[in-house]
Antibody, heavy 122, light 106 residues
């Protein structure tokens, strides 16, 4: 079945780095744009980043630009989010989500993972 | 920057119609979609391209989008529909989410 499984979260000190992973299965990973979305405890959804199906186009939310980097590995069917210089306000559940099609189509997110929790605390 | 505004909460009686609004500048000129999120769960897409239901979403869910407002309508609301609902649209190359609306069925 179509599935996204995130991993890599945990408790991290401010200023440190973390790489989140998202394993995709059950669909042709290389055909879809992919996104990261985060949700702080008790708060709403915040879009973080998008990467096109072939990895050539990326965009990051202004709030994370310069610290977060989205990437993908088609040989492993994996999506990644590299997070540097972590701040307490980055504490959130991080979801990976599949775009309905490819980047640039103003599409919705039709498949979501279960999320991985990142806690930034000293 | 572009913003989508939703009411924090909406209440509805079982069997009645619930309407959740999402407001943004010229939102009618964009595609709006809606997600349902229950406590401790991941979001689920319930409406895309303003008014299209994904496979498996009950017919009681419908959507519209015109002017500055998109609306999610749930007809014959059931207790199982109690959840947070988020609207979403694209502004150029960025994705924007509304702040979310807690739907209470009482």
């Amino acid at each position: 079945q179509v599935q996204l499984v995130e991993s890599g979260g945990g408790v991290v000190q401010p200023g440190r780095s973390l790489r989140l992973s998202c394993a995709a299965s059950g669909f042709t990973f290389s055909s879809y744009a992919m996104h990261w979305v985060r949700q702080a405890p008790g708060k709403g959804l915040e879009w973080v980043a998008v990467i096109s199906s072939d990895g050539s186009d990326k965009n990051h939310a202004d709030s994370v630009k310069g610290r977060f980097t989205i990437s993908r590995d088609h040989s492993k069917n994996m999506l990644y989010l590299q997070i540097n210089s972590l701040r307490p306000e980055d504490t959130a559940v991080y979801f990976c989500a599949r775009d309905q099609y490819d980047y640039g189509g103003n599409n919705a997110f039709d498949i979501w993972g279960q999320g991985t929790m990142v806690t930034v605390s000293s | 920057s572009y913003e989508l505004t939703q009411p924090p909460s909406v209440s509805v009686s079982p069997g009645q119609t619930a309407s959740v609004t999402c407001s943004g500048d010229k939102l009618g000129g964009k595609f709006a979609c809606w997600y349902q999120q229950k406590p401790g769960q991941s979001p689920v897409l319930v409406i895309y391209q303003d008014n299209v239901r994904p496979s498996g979403i009950p017919e009681r869910f419908s959507g519209s989008n015109s002017g500055n407002t998109a609306t999610l309508t749930i007809s014959g609301t059931q207790a199982v529909d109690e959840a947070d609902y988020y609207c979403q649209a694209w502004d150029s190359i960025n994705v924007i989410f509304g702040g979310g609306t807690k739907l209470t069925v009482l």
